[in-house]
């Protein structure tokens, strides 16, 4: 299996990059690396790696580029031709830490959407307090707009996700809103709560923001505009409470010593909450498996994104997500959409 890696994108790059890709090299012996970046910076990272080659480009999409019209002029930046490596069968799959806007606009333009899914949702799996039990979180921002069509279509491609890659049996389905009564939110809600009623899924119903960290699905539903919202309030309330534990515990002499004895507990929780270990957001929709990892990622979460996307390659999740969409079977969804 060949994997496509933009090496230029994200706040780490190249370092980080190239070091998640050489663990990845060394734990699994069926992977080779295609790294897409400037050969001059790549090579003394990569030094003597016979499973990774590098495809020399000097030229990147920046995180404040605007996306179409990058991906359109920027035709040799390296993540353009991490998705082209894929798009032109060379590759499997293709990984960006890179600007989202682009890296969606790339796969778009590049490989294409599966048939019958109207729009691409983007989709992390996120931590809960239970170990090892996060969830599938999509529409998180790739559709500001959105129809409750396109949810149903989430819900569906969650669901095969969650059974094939995260292993979970018989996944739970959860719908974002504002409360769990089911004539509770908007009309987008509510139509799209009545569709996921009747999809042969294992649909909860309704799921409020404050629950999503306990836990109560496998993957949780959601306009983009109210995904994105709900994502980034996570992050930034994870990075404040860290914020002010640091404060707190290394105030004074006493909360630095109780700090030492809290430290392997505080470590687990930490560990337990980290982003990295549930790899990148899968660009669902998509005919191929293109995986955006956080600009922020470090090597720990390059690898974890390798790990998936060697799953979701090998459990051929979107071949099965094309034919559920169009089997004849299923003539419930196509005639929603």
């Keep these: ?131 090892n039990k996060g969830f599938l979180f999509l529409d998180v921002g790739a559709n500001a707009e ?54 042969p899924i294992n649909f909860i119903g309704n799921v409020e923001p404050r629950e999503l960290l306990q836990g109560p699905a496998d993957v949780i539903v959601a306009d983009g505009f109210s995904g994105n919202l709900v994502l980034k309030s996570i992050e930034g309330t994870a990075m404040s409470l860290i914020g002010l534990l640091k404060e707190t515990l290394g105030g004074s002499l006493y909360t630095k010593v109780l700090t030492g004895l809290m430290y392997g507990k505080l470590k687990g929780i930490k560990q337990r909450m980290d982003y990295s270990a549930y790899g990148g957001a899968l660009l669902f929709g998509l005919s191929a498996p293109i995986i955006k990892v956080h600009g922020a990622a470090k090597s720990d979460a390059v690898f974890t994104a390798i790990k998936q996307a060697k799953a979701v390659v090998e459990e051929h999740v979107v071949e099965i997500i094309g034919e559920t969409i169009n089997d004849s079977q299923h003539t419930w969804l196509n005639s929603k959409a």
């Design 1 to 131: 299996m060949r994997l496509a890696i933009d090496a230029m994108g994200g706040d780490h790059a190249p370092e980080a990059i190239v070091e998640g890709t050489i663990r990845a090299a060394q734990t699994f012996p069926d992977l080779h690396f295609v790294l897409i970046g400037d050969r001059e910076k790549l090579e003394p990272l990569v030094g003597q790696q016979s499973k990774i080659e590098i495809l020399h480009t000097t030229e990147k999409i920046e995180g404040t580029d605007a996306p179409v019209q990058a991906v359109r002029r920027k035709k040799q930046a390296s993540m353009v031709l991490a998705v082209q490596e894929v798009r032109e069968g060379r590759c499997e799959a293709a990984i960006s830490a890179g600007n989202t806007g682009a890296l969606m606009a790339s796969g778009l333009f590049g490989v294409g959407r599966i048939k019958g899914i109207d729009r691409p949702a983007l989709a992390p799996t996120l931590p809960t307090i239970h170990e």
């Design 146 to 199: 959105t129809k409750p069509e396109n949810m149903l279509q989430y819900a569906t491609m969650g669901s095969i996700y969650a059974e094939k890659v995260l292993h979970r049996s018989n996944p739970r389905i959860g719908l974002l809103n504002i409360g769990e009564e089911p004539g509770k939110g908007n009309e987008l809600t509510k139509k799209a709560y009545q569709l996921l009623s009747e999809a």
